[in-house]
Nanobody, 111 residues
Framework: QVQLVESGGGLVQPGGSLRLSCAASGMIFSIYVMGWYRQAPGKQRELVAVITNDGTTQYAEPVKGRFTISRDNAKNTVYLQMNSLKPEDTALYYC?????WGQGTQVTVSS
């Protein structure tokens, strides 16, 4: 059974940084495209970043230059380094692997 467990969310001031982690189990992690999505209150879930099994990355326009997605296949973990955070980055952040989703981790950017 595939499990994705996110961690690392929290409350941070504008301009601050957070690093999200997503630990995967029950799957051959290295072959999956992994993604981070987010959903703000009253809004649809949106793609933040993806990383392919060979390390190719893509980012949504609002986070380009500020967020970095990476993966460690030896640890079955995908990361999202978030810098220069803005209030509009506030959302529940989800890890995704094909049809599988984590439970989400809350990121709140506020002074």
């Amino acid at each position: 059974q595939v499990q994705l467990v996110e961690s690392g969310g929290g409350l941070v001031q504008p301009g601050g940084s957070l690093r999200l982690s997503c630990a995967a189990s029950g799957m051959i992690f290295s072959i999956y495209v992994m993604g981070w999505y987010r959903q703000a209150p009253g809004k649809q879930r949106e793609l933040v970043a993806v990383i392919t099994n060979d390390g190719t990355t893509q980012y949504a326009e609002p986070v380009k230059g500020r967020f970095t997605i990476s993966r460690d296949n030896a640890k079955n973990t995908v990361y999202l380094q978030m810098n220069s955070l803005k209030p509009e980055d506030t959302a529940l952040y989800y890890c995704n692997a094909y049809e599988h989703w984590g439970q989400g981790t809350q990121v709140t950017v506020s002074s």
